[in-house]
């Protein structure tokens, strides 16, 4: 039986704002591509082993947590995945477009978009509203390739100041892309892609779409 009580809903505006609203679980089921509840996100989107070692992840714990359940993610967890964020408001899109993918391959039930600097949603932004949708731990997972400055000291801190205005929250920032084997794959297929393109045997991706750029030169 469907519950058609009223709910908070939260939707993202042109500029990258999270704004909160009021809709039934009904309309939240019928209406999927508008409205989201912290068990359905929907966001604006853009058209169309090698491991690291544990001391590349920076985390904070609240007593509450047993060393059991580190390791398992439950619906008092929220992921955040943060890239640097840009002017050109097409690229922070594509952040978006990442997100609604990581969410629906792994089931996270909270997963929200944030941009480092330049562009809305903040990590400051984002913290909150996982908190407010009822997470208690918050793993902050970096869309960089490797572990620079922004990794070591921008990140941590932004992450700190948020974090500091929500009492026993456990947060962690994990370690970026970094050397991944399967970024092996990720390059491979992008590089075959834009040759099948080349030859006129693919369309242009999502990325160089309008762009001209995937040409022999």
């Not at 059991?68 to 955040?80: H, N």
């Not at 890239?83 to 594509?94: L, P, W």
């Not at 620079?148 to 000291?153: A, E, I, S, T």
């Not at 045997?201 to 030169?217: F, K, N, P, V």
């Amino acid at each position: 039986m469907i519950d058609d009580g009223y709910q908070p809903l939260v939707m993202m505006d042109s500029d990258g704002r999270f704004l909160e609203i009021k809709a039934s679980t009904r309309e939240c089921i019928k209406n999927p591509p508008i409205l989201f509840s912290f068990k359905c996100i929907t966001l604006q989107r853009f058209q169309k082993n090698i491991n690291f070692p544990s001391r590349l992840s920076l985390s904070v714990r609240n007593q509450a947590l047993e060393k059991g359940e580190l390791a398992v993610l439950t619906q008092k967890d929220a992921v955040i995945i943060v890239d640097h964020g840009s002017r050109r408001q097409e690229s922070n899109y594509m952040l978006n477009d990442f997100v609604s993918m990581f969410k629906s391959r792994t089931g996270y039930q909270i997963v929200l978009p944030a941009h480092m600097e330049l562009a809305e949603p903040t990590i400051k932004d984002a913290f909150k509203l996982c908190v407010q949708l009822g997470a208690t731990r918050v793993i902050v997972s970096p869309f960089f390739l490797f572990p620079g400055r922004h990794w070591h000291q921008d990140i941590p801190k932004l992450v700190a100041e948020a974090a500091g205005e929500h009492s026993g929250i456990s947060y962690i920032i994990t370690a970026p892309l970094g050397l991944h084997e399967l970024m092996v794959d990720v390059m491979n297929d992008r590089i075959k892609h834009c040759l099948s393109h080349v030859t006129g045997d693919a369309e242009e991706c999502s990325t160089c779409a309008g762009t001209g750029r995937c040409q022999l030169y």
